[in-house]
């Protein structure tokens, strides 16, 4: 722009901004005029338009946007200001008015901060302070146009709603008033009318309060209205349904009743909505202020700690002068609150307090800011000063917002309690429903719910805690939220624990502690809120009144003393006033209980309290204007005694009525401790943690007499004398035990002695806690049926005494009254005796009761007929008799019924004892039914049931021995508890261990024998039990086993025995019942097993059988003869305590049982085996007959022999594999069972199939079936070394080869360090390794035809077993003596000869299996090559196979080359390049194989078949490398891209891995070097003879970029010696091997390209000319088909490079050569521009990029083209130097020219199609990146 333009834009800008001023000032002037409010609204909302666009402008950076919409929101903030000073002259509301003004200075002064900030980055750019600054300001401007504009709205739209409330509760009010006067007059015409009204009204409420919730903010206060609403609908319907109910006849007492509770109903609610429409009409609530108040200092005290944080000093002034204006505010407005906001002084006293503290740091922080004016960068001591006041700030700002909350939702804790409450109650049933049923996930779910509502109740119980008055009830209440807390923490550990489990028993019975213990907790929390809700419940009025009647008779005594007689009556007056009221407040006590002796003690009280108060009135009126004398005195001080005792008597019921079973709640709180401290000991016991064992110790010694103590206390409460000297029994208990527990605090706990005294002492302590547990729980309820019992036999009992003295003193009237009176408690009696009898646990119990209940309704008649006969007269002596008489018959029968309650209502352990052995014997049955059923869900929800059963049969069963005193019968119960608990643990860890899966064959028969030991020793106790109890015991009748069930259960049982023993931490209790177990059992198992040998089943026996039976019995001898030592040495360990010397003794006797005992069950496997696998061949024989021949009848035969066969091999080939020693001989027998077991239900399932639907298929199946059973049972051997797969044996044999390795390691280290020990067990496994190798390989020689390479085989066997011991004798001579170098050199040889053994059985064995697998491979090639000539289609199958014979050839061409002479290099090289090139071809064959269409499906599986033979061939010698003919050179190719794929691969995951050694890895790297230059080499000869110009550039390309990757590779390893490769390099290393792969897969598909096309030209003549040669590949490159018009006019210009060159060539003149050379470089000028114009539509960034950089490449050649060719023009022809020179460049020219050609061709293909044509090539995917961009390779 020139001068005058520049003057001619400056003109027009003045001429717009004086246009712009006018504008402004109409605006003004025309808004001056308008309503000041709707200026305020209209600013308000260009405030907020600012605001946003000002955050945007901050959020994008744009300095020059933020300082125009700063300077706009400036503007406007000064505009509203101004509005805001109108406004406030003219609204009459002076509230108002000081809002809007406050409003106006704080926006004028935060505009003209915005000012400030403008002016002063006016002239810079705005950094992070500045722009913090602005949108600070911003936001304070919000802060102030947002409260203007809230208090403008409110004058614009005053609230119609709530004036409608309001109205309404008015209307309502009056209808309420004048609908229950017309009901009082009479009225029913009136009572209907004002119904109808009132109705309406209700209606019309219930919609305005519905439209009120929406405008309420409050969500609790919104949730509160809109009930109301919804109840006041309610009594609408009601209103409504009540009048339809008396439309035609007057109201009944009936309806009265119904229309009072809705007068009261809708009065309640309508209440509601008035005072929340009262709260949202009134602005000036302080109730709002407050809450608003709040969330503002919560914003400034963020705002203020982030300044704070980042330091900025202005920031944070700023920010602590806001909060001390809110703060000031807030204290101002809790104050207000507190004094017009609540009545509750407890509030007021904590608003003041808050209000106070507020003001106090208000002072503060004006202080504050005082001290830091003008001063530097704040310190840490004025920010620790900030910090402290800000924690002030916010305590009494929260106690401020949290009272507010609670005055605007007043009954939202109490509700919050109970709502909670009944959840939790909700939940635990849920919880106790879920596990009854088994549902452990839905468990889990309610769980979680009830750890949740527990968790809330806590919190919410707190805060009821704060309020409460009464310390007790706050102690309590706070105790019961710290146990909901503990519980919420127990529970989610517990969810934690069985996360991925289910809830076994030990878990169940912690959850059913837990739920019970929070829904206690809970019940306390509920009951302290109820009666928080209730301030006038009667037992506060009556404590209330106690305190006065207290105060009044000190004071009247301090007035008396004083001789103040004035005073005294005074304080009298008072007494006797408060005593009247506290008699009528114990009155009313009474009237709420049930309790009778709490009941008579109010009334009792009551009346003292009446008769003291009249007495005392009496006084004063008799010395009413006189003085009292000291006769009134003493009148007095009698009366006062008399009050003051009922003052006492009253205050007591009162607490115990406002704290009902605080004895019981005591005990059970203590109960859950010491139960929580129980288990934590007995668990720290179990782990041998004798610190935290005896810390729990140490917690019990303090709470086990606060329970003694706290059960004395509740035994004096209890009314049955039997029940209560039962607790206190328990609490003597207690203390005896604790006594116990003192001396053992002393002592190790790790002696055996002292761990079983502890033991005893915490179950000791376990039961009388929970005994006592159940006595409070049972005192907790006084209305239970035996308490009842008992309370009305005491009852019956008084009325028998009182009639009996009655009829003595012949007061007939009194005794008619007596009579009457004890057939009422008779008749009661009688009903308590029939539900006690539904109580009963047995028939003779409950016949007792119901005989008692009948005796006693008798009594009741006959008492009722004497009194209707002797109603006018009086009793004769004929009544009297009767009397008597029926006196005895009642005396008889509630005697009766007192001893049942007494019985069943205490703990009788023998009557729960049976009870449970019912329960067990039932669950085992069902529970063995189940298993015998294969019912595997029934059968573990019956073990749950009876693992219940269990646990509760062993706590009755203990405390039954504590009861127990004929010390035999003490210690059959015992016994029998010791047994049932071992066989508990037992049955639990298997139900455990089977959770999550079904139980199998071992495990069904290890429940089986855990089943019949429970009932065994359920039946004993049940015996024991029977004694101390009436009831009938009825026993099962015990089954007898055969002779091999026997064997099979006692040889269980006694290994388990051996097991237990071997634990470490058996007590003396438990060892010395091992040691009774362990005779038991090995007496009957020897017993049982020549019982079971003796057997003949029918079969004639011959010398190898009866040698079998000799064996046996010679087995069980030697375990016969081992057991009486070892019991020996048990019990000498009892006796003596557990040494050193004792605990060997018993191990070694347990490791000699241990080793009989497997002796004497191998040798009964072997006599059972015998004999089998022919038996078992025969039937699967008869069995594919029968299934060919369709006979069903017969194949049904010899399925199920073969299936008992199949059972018997299984069962005894367990047996074998648990007592065989070699590993991989158990691993073979072990997986040879499994398949047994598999393969026996399929062949029962094909058998019936192929009888059935007699296919070839189905039949062949069977046939298949039967002859996988006999290899695995032919398995089923102790002394048969098979391999794992027959048909890949070599594959065993490696693996034990690599084993031996380490092996061998292992023992050299082992002999080396003098370790005899761990020589011996490394001689064992070598011996053991060398027993494998040695079978295997003799089973595979026995497969050998040809003689010489058996003789190899069974020559490497011989050294390998001659090679092993030697090895051994070395290894004991090292570790004999570790210092004798010449024995450790010979241990080395040793080593190195049979490893070299090893290597030699290795190669003998591949080397047969490698031949015998190229007859496979053939075979199976001759299937795929026989296909083509049909179909092409290849079967799975078929194809499985084939892939599978060359999978394997390659592995054993590795595996052989490994085993290979090191000498032998060039057969190594030959096998690992057929083994990667084979390997290479798996993928291809998959690939082909699969191919849709025929014709290609066969080209590409010949061509694989025909590289495979190429490959061979080149193995076998039959083809050779070096040929000059192309067809061979593109196969040789093929062949080494297929085995350098593998190879890269293989180097790629070598220097990925650090474990590798460095010197592997550059033995690898130099060998992959050498293919790679040979593959190069190849691939650029095949170039030569290649007449397709795009497969010729690819195959140079590839060979190029592969000659590249490796000279790359090369370098990132250079290190010198001894150095490692850095992590830079070796990602260097890997990146060049990725380009080499990728490179080597280029190189395979342009020669699969050129043999698929025969794209094979003759040998040419050698040009001599080079530029002529450059220029013809410049012009092959320009010679494709143009894709869009962009590259047609590239290519143009590339034909033209051509020409050029071509001339250049062939011209030698100077001017020529150099025009030539000059319009080359006139031509690369061009192809830049086209690269461009090329690139910038292309779709592929990768593609763009190298384009663009290509295309710069060729200037830099034709540049030195035309210096060239001028030297070159003036040196002349014969200059050869000038010509080499110029031929150099014309070739990189070329190269370049070519290469940007191709990358052209890339990009247009990855344009939008604008195209003449589109070219694609079927080349790889992992050269292009969204298309096939050519046969480009790019």
Not at 742 to 759: A, G, V, W
Not at 1065 to 1072: G, R
């Amino acid at each position: 722009m020139d001068e005058s333009g520049r003057k001619e834009v400056t003109h027009l800008a003045e001429k717009i901004a004086k246009a712009a001023d006018d504008l402004r000032k109409v605006a003004e002037s025309l808004f001056d005029s308008e309503d000041p409010l709707e200026r305020v609204l209209e600013l308000s909302k260009a405030i907020e338009e600012d605001r946003k666009k000002l955050d945007d402008a901050i959020a994008s950076g744009n300095d020059e946007e933020i300082k125009i919409q700063s300077g706009r929101l400036a503007a406007h903030a000064k505009q509203q200001s101004e509005a805001l000073e109108k406004l406030a002259d003219k609204t009459d509301d002076n509230k108002s008015k000081d809002r809007f003004r406050d409003a106006s200075n704080k926006l004028k002064e935060e505009a003209e901060k915005l000012e400030k900030l403008n002016d002063d980055y006016a002239n810079k750019a705005l950094d992070d302070n500045g722009k913090k600054n602005i949108k600070n300001a911003s936001r304070r401007i919000g802060e102030a146009n947002d409260s203007a504009t809230k208090e403008a709205e409110r004058l614009n739209n005053p609230n119609k709603t709530a004036g409608s409330v309001l109205e309404l509760a008015e209307k309502i009010e009056k209808d309420v008033k004048d609908t229950d006067a017309a009901k009082k007059s009479g009225d029913q015409k009136a009572v209907k009318s004002e119904i109808s009204k009132l109705a309406d009204d209700v209606e019309a409420q219930a919609a305005a309060g519905r439209a009120l919730a929406s405008e309420i903010p409050d969500k609790k206060s919104k949730q509160k209205v809109q009930e109301a609403a919804s109840k006041l609908d309610n009594e609408k319907e009601k209103l409504d349904q009540l009048q339809k109910e008396y439309s035609g006849k007057p109201l009944d007492e009936e309806g009265k009743a119904k229309l009072d509770k809705i007068l009261k109903a809708v009065k309640k609610h309508n209440d509601v909505l008035k005072k929340a429409a009262q709260r949202l009409d009134d602005h000036e609530n302080p109730l709002d202020s407050v809450l608003e108040l709040a969330k503002k200092i919560d914003d400034d005290r963020s705002n203020l700690g982030g300044a704070l944080s980042a330091r900025d000093e202005t920031t944070t002034k700023n920010e602590a002068a806001r909060l001390k204006d809110h703060v000031d505010q807030q204290s101002k407005a809790a104050a207000l609150l507190g004094e017009v906001g609540t009545d509750d002084q407890n509030l007021k006293k904590k608003l003041k307090e808050a209000s106070d503290g507020l003001k106090e740091e208000k002072k503060k922080l004006e202080d504050f800011n005082k001290k830091r004016e003008g001063k530097p960068r704040m310190d840490e001591a004025s920010k620790k000063e900030l910090e402290d006041i800000d924690k002030q700030v916010k305590k009494h700002n929260d106690e401020i917002r949290r009272i507010a909350e609670k005055l605007a939702n007043p009954n939202d804790l109490i509700d919050s309690v109970l709502v909670l409450h009944a959840k939790i109650v909700e939940d635990s049933g849920k919880v106790n429903d879920s596990v009854s049923a088994g549902d452990d996930k839905n468990s889990k779910a309610e769980i979680a719910k009830l750890s949740e509502h527990a968790a809330q109740q806590s919190t919410a119980g707190k805060a009821l805690a704060e309020e409460l008055e009464d310390p007790k009830t706050k102690e309590k209440v706070l105790e019961a939220c710290k146990t909901l807390e503990q519980n919420k923490e127990k529970l989610d550990a517990l969810a934690k624990e069985y996360a991925s489990k289910p809830l076994d028993e030990s878990g169940k019975a912690k959850l059913e502690g837990l739920v019970e213990s929070t829904k206690a907790a809970s019940e306390i929390v509920k009951r302290a809120a109820e009666r928080h809700a209730n301030p006038d419940n009667s037992f506060d009025v009556a404590l209330a009144l106690t305190k006065k009647v207290d105060d009044d008779l000190k004071n009247s005594t301090k007035a008396s003393d004083a001789n103040d007689d004035k005073a005294t009556k005074s304080e009298l007056a008072k007494l006797a006033e408060d005593s009247g009221a506290l008699a009528k407040a114990a009155q009313g006590l009474a009237s709420e209980t049930n309790d009778e002796r709490l009941k008579q003690k109010a009334l009792d009280a009551a009346s003292q309290l009446e008769d003291g108060k009249n007495k005392l009135e009496k006084v004063l009126k008799e010395y009413e204007g006189k003085p009292l004398d000291a006769s009134a005195k003493e009148k007095i001080k009698a009366i006062k005694k008399q009050l003051e005792d009922a003052n006492e008597a009253i205050k007591a019921v009162a607490e115990k009525l406002s704290h009902p079973n605080e004895a019981s709640d005591n005990v059970l709180a203590l109960h859950k401790k010491i139960s929580d401290e129980l288990e934590t000991a007995k668990g720290a016991q179990n782990k041998g943690d004798e610190k935290k064992t005896k810390e729990e110790i140490e917690k019990l010694k303090s709470d086990v007499p606060k329970q003694s103590e706290a059960g004395r206390v509740l035994a004096k409460e209890i009314h049955d004398p039997k029940a209560s000297k039962k607790v206190e029994d328990l609490c003597k208990s207690l203390d005896s035990n604790n006594e116990k527990l003192k001396e053992l605090s002393t002592k190790p706990l790790n002696d055996e002695s002292n761990k079983s005294k502890l033991e005893d002492v915490l179950a000791a302590v376990k039961r009388a806690n929970d005994a006592l547990k159940r006595a409070a729980e049972r005192q907790a309820n006084p209305d239970n049926k035996y308490d009842s019992a008992l309370a009305l036999a005491e009852k019956i009992e008084e009325d028998q005494r009182n009639l009996n003295g009655a009829v003595a003193n012949k007061n007939d009237p009194s005794s008619k009254f007596e009579a009457k009176k004890l057939a009422g408690h008779v008749g009661q009696q009688a009903k308590v005796a029939r539900s006690l009898a539904a109580e009963a646990g047995d028939d003779k119990t409950k016949q007792k009761a119901l005989d008692a209940g009948t005796s006693l309704d008798k009594s009741k008649k006959r008492l009722e007929a004497l009194e209707k006969q002797y109603a006018d007269k009086p009793y004769d002596a004929v009544a009297k008799a009767e009397l008597e008489d029926v006196n005895a018959q009642i005396k008889e029968a509630n005697d009766a019924v007192k001893q049942l309650a007494q019985k069943l209502g205490s703990d009788n352990n023998a009557d729960e004892v049976l009870a449970n052995s019912k329960k067990i014997k039932e669950h085992s049955a069902k529970a063995k039914n189940a298993i015998g059923k294969n019912d595997d869900k029934t059968s573990k929800q019956e073990l749950n049931s009876l693992l219940d059963a269990l646990k509760n049969q062993l706590e009755a069963g203990k405390a039954l021995a504590d009861d127990e005193e004929d010390d035999e019968t003490k210690e059959k119960i015992k016994e029998a508890l010791e047994n049932l608990e071992r066989a508990k643990d037992k049955l639990s860890a298997l139900q455990k261990e089977y959770a999550n899966k079904p139980f199998d064959d071992a495990a069904k028969k290890k429940l089986q024998r855990l089943l019949e030991a429970v009932e065994e020793n359920n039946r004993n106790l049940h015996k024991a039990a029977a004694k101390s109890s009436d009831s009938d015991a009825p026993q099962e009748a015990e089954v007898e086993l055969d002779a091999d069930e026997k064997v099979a259960r006692l040889t269980e049982s006694l290994e388990e025995t051996l097991e237990d023993l071997e634990k470490k931490d058996n007590s003396a209790k438990e060892l010395a019942s091992l040691a009774k177990d362990l005779a038991k059992q090995t007496k009957g198992l020897v017993a049982a097993t020549k019982e079971s040998a003796k057997k003949k089943d029918g079969k004639k026996s011959n010398d190898d059988d009866d040698g079998k039976i000799r064996k046996v019995f010679d087995a069980a001898d030697k375990l016969d003869a081992s057991c009486p030592p070892l019991v020996s040495s048990i019990n000498d360990k009892v006796k003596s305590g557990p040494s050193a010397s004792s605990d060997q003794k018993v191990s070694d006797g347990v490791d000699k049982t241990k080793k009989a005992l497997k002796d004497l069950k191998t040798a009964l496997a072997e006599k059972e085996l015998s004999g089998l696998g022919d038996d078992l061949k025969e039937n699967l024989d008869k069995l594919n007959s029968s299934v060919a021949g369709g006979k069903t009848a017969e194949a049904k035969v010899a399925h199920d022999a073969s299936q008992k066969a199949i059972e018997k091999t299984i069962h005894f080939g367990k047996d074998l594999a648990k007592s065989v020693e070699n590993p991989a001989l158990v691993k073979q027998i072990e997986k040879a069972v499994k398949v047994l077991e598999e393969k026996k239900e399929k062949l029962k399932e094909a058998q019936k199939e192929a009888l059935s639907l007699p296919t070839e298929q189905k039949i062949k199946e069977v046939k298949q079936l039967s002859d996988e059973i006999l290899d695995a049972a032919s398995r089923v051997s102790a002394s048969k070394h098979l391999p794992e797969d027959s048909k890949r044996p070599e594959d065993e044999i490696t693996s034990n080869s690599n084993d031996l390795k380490q092996i061998l390691k292992d023992l050299q280290d082992a002999a080396n360090s003098g370790s005899k020990d761990d020589t011996q067990k490394g001689s064992k496994k070598l011996d053991q390794n060398t027993e494998r190798q040695v079978g295997i390989a003799k089973t595979i020689a026995d497969g050998v035809s040809d003689q010489k390479k058996w003789g190899e085989i069974i020559g490497a066997v011989q050294a390998v077993q001659d090679s092993t011991p030697r090895v051994n004798e070395a290894a004991e001579a090292v570790a004999n003596n570790p210092n004798d170098q010449r024995a450790k050199e010979n241990l080395r040889n040793e080593v190195a000869n049979r490893l070299d053994a090893e290597r030699k059985l290795n190669a003998a064995i591949l080397d047969d299996q490698f031949g015998k697998n190229l007859v496979e491979l053939e075979k199976q090639k001759s299937k795929i090559a026989d296909s083509l000539k049909g179909s092409a289609q290849v079967g799975t199958e078929q194809a499985k196979n084939f892939k599978d014979a060359l999978n394997r050839q390659a592995n054993l061409g590795r595996n052989l080359a490994d085993q290979s002479k090191a000498s032998e290099v060039e057969k190594q090289k030959k096998l690992r390049q057929l083994a990667d090139a084979l390997e290479g071809k798996v993928p291809d064959f998959g690939a082909a194989s699969t191919e849709k269409g025929r014709a290609t499906r066969a080209e590409k599986l010949e061509s694989v078949l025909g590289e495979i033979d190429d490959a061979l061939d080149r193995f076998h010698g039959k083809k050779e490398s070096g040929s000059e003919d192309p067809t061979d050179q593109c196969n040789e190719l093929l062949y080494k891209t297929n085995y350098m794929a593998p190879k890269f691969d293989r180097l790629a995951r070598s220097t990925a891995d650090p474990k590798t050694s460095q010197d592997a890895i550059d033995f690898e790297v130099e060998d992959t070097d050498k293919e790679s230059q040979d593959e190069v080499a190849l691939a650029n000869k095949l170039a030569d003879r290649v007449n397709d110009k795009n497969l010729q550039f690819q195959l140079i390309d590839g060979a190029d970029k592969l000659d590249k990757a490796r000279k790359r590779l090369n370098e990132a390893r250079k290190r010198n010696p001894g150095e490692s490769v850095s992590a830079e390099k070796n990602s260097e290393a890997q990146q060049a091997l990725s380009d080499a792969k990728l490179a080597n897969l280029l190189l395979k598909k342009a020669a699969e390209q050129v043999k698929q096309r025969g794209a094979f030209a003759a040998k040419p003549e050698a040009k001599t000319n080079v530029i002529d040669q450059a220029a013809d590949q410049v012009a092959e490159a320009g010679n494709v088909r143009a894709v869009n018009i962009y590259h047609d006019a590239f290519l143009k210009i590339i034909r033209a490079i051509a020409a050029e060159m071509k001339n250049l060539s062939k011209n030698s003149k100077k001017t020529e050569m150099i025009v030539a050379a000059k319009n080359i470089a006139g031509h690369i000028e061009n192809v830049q521009k086209l690269s461009n114009q090329l690139a910038e539509p292309c779709t592929n960034p990768k593609l763009k990029d190298a384009l663009l950089n290509l295309s710069r490449v060729p200037k830099n050649f034709s540049v030195q083209l035309k210096i060239i060719a001028a030297v070159k023009s003036d040196s002349g022809d014969g200059d050869k130097t000038a010509f080499t020179q110029l031929a150099t460049c014309a070739t990189g020219l070329s190269q370049s020219v070519v290469k940007c050609a191709h990358a052209a061709e890339a990009a247009a293909l990855a344009s939008p199609k604008d195209s003449i044509a589109w070219q694609q090539e079927n080349l790889p995917e992992e050269f292009y990146n969204q298309r096939k961009v050519g046969s480009l390779g790019l």
